[in-house]
């Protein structure tokens, strides 16, 4: 613990994003706060519809649900909320969120500390103001705010998956033992775009032929009918769970996995919070493979050599989809591999 540190009583840690994955990849800076600061009350303010999956999270004192842009009698409530509690700091970690350090300077509280990217306005109403990190993972610019107050390095522990209630198997998978099967997840979490079905059903058949483990499909109740069409593409069976799982149900799924293959979304890093190895799919250039892939497993990280002439590492419009079509089969086979048949 630092020595100038004592007087960091009260915290509230902010991550107010609607994407399961931004909730997950803020858990190491609980862990690591909490062990700068064995004393102190820390509450860890979340997207309210994943609030389920850190409820149990043992690092902090208290997480409550908070909307991604508050206002109105919203707005004032967390104003209020803040005031009666007094925190002695607030850590904004997503970047550029002017709302909540509006927030906070409202409610007087004396440090807020953020990351300015963007809106160099925000910096305005920040007492301390992060550097994002060079070619950095998320969880490390999560943690540049944590270090921004404490003004020291800290540590780069995992992702925490933590309910207060733990799910089952579905009925499909209760008669197969850990770790015989792999979970495709078709889904993109609405910031890739997908990638194309008769490849995810070759890499299923491949997994089925070649691995010798029942391929198991995950996705979005949304993305029910985009399971269909894989399923006319594949030639050997394979267990469609997709729109049938709870997030819960498919973290115990994950858990059992062998090995997820999904593109870039949050389920990735909710197998990486239940240890399971990742290959991941990003076709993005302002989503670069370096900031999301998996943290702290076993992780093959597949991108495009080509992207669309329309896109930039800034801005990626998905007008002609080349970067879907330069991921090949053989590409996302061959990283499946090097995870499945590591080398003695």
Not at 279 to 305: E, I
Not at 314 to 321: A, D, V
Request: charge should be positive; include cysteine; aromatic fraction near 6%.
């Amino acid at each position: 613990m630092l020595s100038d540190a004592p007087f960091l009583c009260r915290l509230v840690v902010i991550r107010p994003d609607d994407k399961l994955g931004e909730t997950l990849l803020a858990t190491p800076v609980y862990r690591a706060l909490r062990e700068a600061l064995p004393d102190a009350q820390i509450e860890a303010w979340v997207g309210q519809r994943w609030r389920s999956v850190l409820a149990a999270v043992k690092h902090v004192n208290l997480v409550q649900g908070v909307p991604y842009r508050p206002q109105g009698l919203a707005y004032l409530r967390l104003v209020q909320r803040l005031r009666r509690i007094r925190p002695d700091a607030v850590l904004i970690l997503r970047p550029d969120t002017r709302r909540y350090a509006a927030l906070a300077r409202s409610a007087r509280v004396p440090m807020r500390v953020g990351m300015v990217q963007l809106r160099q306005s925000c910096a305005r109403l920040l007492t301390h103001v992060a550097t994002p990190p060079t070619n950095a993972h998320q969880v490390e610019w999560n943690l540049a705010v944590a270090e921004a107050l404490l003004n020291r390095s800290l540590p780069r522990y995992p992702l925490e998956y933590a309910p207060t209630t733990e799910a089952s198997l579905p009925a499909p998978l209760q008669g197969i033992s850990p770790r015989s099967y792999a979970v495709l997840h078709l889904s993109t979490g609405g910031v890739q775009p997908q990638w194309l079905p008769e490849r995810f059903a070759q890499v299923s058949d491949w997994l089925a032929e070649q691995q010798r483990l029942t391929p198991v499909w995950s996705a979005a109740p949304a993305d029910a009918p985009f399971a269909q069409q894989v399923a006319l593409c594949a030639q050997r069976p394979a267990v469609n769970l997709a729109g049938k799982l709870s997030i819960h149900q498919l973290a115990e799924v994950l858990r059992g996995a062998r090995l997820l293959i999904s593109v870039d979304t949050g389920v990735v890093h909710l197998a990486a919070a239940v240890g399971t190895p990742c290959v991941s799919l990003h076709f993005r250039m302002d989503y670069p493979h370096h900031r999301w892939h998996a943290w702290q497993v076993p992780n093959r990280a597949v991108a495009p050599d080509t992207h669309c002439a329309e896109c930039s590492p800034t801005r990626c419009r998905l007008l002609s989809r080349e970067c879907v079509r330069a991921i090949a089969t053989q590409r996302v086979i061959e990283a499946a591999r090097a995870l499945l048949e590591p080398q003695s």
